[in-house]
């Protein structure tokens, strides 16, 4: 079966840089659709951050527009998230995930990764 696979949280300084990479693997993938980024700070609900459609098109919460780039290389199944400008309100696990068609003449189902932490603090 489809399984996502995140890399590349970790800590970092405000104002640093970090890039998130989300691979899927393990399945017969036909089509994958839209692609996403959320995040879930402590006490807080799982938001969106950022997402992209099989064609390019990208929306943005507004707290990251600006600062976060979402981008997708379909060769590879895999979606990134490059993070600039930092700030320790950025600290959350984030997740990644995707509408992904693994039968033929079936509906696309959504998966999601495992989550990764990144922490941004002085």
């Known amino acids: 079966q489809v399984q996502l696979v995140e890399s590349g949280g970790g800590l970092v300084q405000p104002g640093g840089s970090l890039r998130l990479s989300c691979a899927t693997s393990?399945?017969?993938?036909?089509?994958?659709?839209?692609m996403g980024w959320y995040r879930q700070a402590p006490g807080k609900q799982r938001d969106l951050v950022a997402s992209?459609?099989?064609?390019?098109?990208?929306n943005y919460a507004d707290s990251v527009k600006g600062r976060f780039t979402i981008s997708r290389d379909n060769a590879k199944n895999t979606v990134y998230l490059q993070m600039n400008s930092l700030k320790p309100e950025d600290t959350a696990i984030y997740y990644c995930?995707?509408?992904?068609?693994?039968?033929?003449?079936?509906?696309?189902?959504?998966?999601w990764g495992q989550g990764t932490q990144v922490t941004v603090s002085s």
């Open positions: 992209i459609t099989d064609i390019g098109t990208t």
């Open positions: 393990g399945g017969r993938i036909f089509s994958i659709y839209n």
């Open positions: 995930n995707a509408d992904i068609l693994t039968r033929l003449f079936d509906r696309p189902n959504h998966y």
